[in-house]
T-cell receptor
Framework: DAGITQSPRHKVTETGTPVTLRCHQT?????MYWYRQDPGHGLRLIHY???????DKGEVSDGYSVSRSKTEDFLLTLESATSSQTSVYFC?????????????FGNGTRLTVT | AQRVTQPEKLLSVFKGAPVELKCNYS??????LFWYVQYSRQRLQLLLR??SRESIKGFTADLNKGETSFHLKKPFAQEEDSAMYYC??????????????FGKGTLLTVNP
């Protein structure tokens, strides 16, 4: 398995509180992604990064921010959590040194906002 | 814009029957296509990519550019194939084309 660690694995938080999820990789891959997985919606891209301090929005970025100060860490922050952000969050990494390289996923973080 | 459509949310077959999970895509350039599988409460795992033309766990998928499809097939389903399957598409050139767009997934159940 690719060296990807997500923390925490589970979190319950209250509406309005800030939450930060962490993704750590040991593969030195340039590209990192945050997806959320919801029944009926599949996986939707929140934000992604193509290098240190280089990030861009995905299709469902509202209410989320990211930071990447080191190659190995990609943080996802919910500034003020809402119940609609209850979801399973997956981090993924990708090596684009060659064509058709796949994404490798972490184990996911199950977030519940009450 | 890139889009992936998996028309079936649920697919149920009996053990030993053939399986076909459909995937259609929309992309203006030459895409990279993948199938991912997620077993119950586990991480997503790469199953196939179109460039490899390989067979993994008995599954194959052929890219049909004329029909813009990348259907996943297996001639004889096994109970352990029960899982959620996602089709995904990526562009080839730089920048935002390196993101993968996923379909909504098809939940395959193989009955004994």
């Amino acid at each position: 398995d690719a060296g990807i660690t997500q923390s925490p694995r589970h979190k319950v938080t209250e509406t309005g509180t800030p939450v930060t999820l962490r993704c750590h990789q040991t593969e030195n891959h340039r590209y990192m992604y945050w997806y959320r997985q919801d029944p009926g919606h599949g996986l939707r891209l929140i934000h992604y990064s193509y290098g240190v301090k280089d990030t861009d929005k995905g299709e469902v970025s509202d209410g989320y921010s990211v930071s990447r100060s080191k190659t190995e860490d990609f943080l996802l922050t919910l500034e003020s959590a809402t119940s609609s952000q209850t979801s399973v969050y997956f981090c993924a990494i990708r090596n684009r040194e060659f064509d058709n390289s796949p994404l490798h996923f972490g184990n996911g973080t199950r977030l519940t906002v009450t | 814009a890139q889009r992936v459509t998996q028309p079936e949310k649920l697919l149920s077959v009996f053990k030993g029957a053939p399986v076909e999970l459909k995937c259609n895509y929309s992309y203006s350039g030459s895409p990279e296509l993948f199938w991912y599988v997620q077993y119950s409460r586990q991480r997503l795992q790469l199953l196939l990519r179109h460039i490899s033309r390989e067979s993994i766990k008995g599954f194959t998928a052929d890219l049909n550019k004329g029909e813009t499809s990348f259907h996943l097939k297996k001639p004889f389903a096994q109970e352990e194939d029960s899982a959620m399957y996602y089709c995904a598409l990526s562009g080839r050139s730089g920048g935002s084309n390196y993101k993968l767009t996923f379909g909504k997934g098809t939940l395959l159940t193989v009955n004994p």
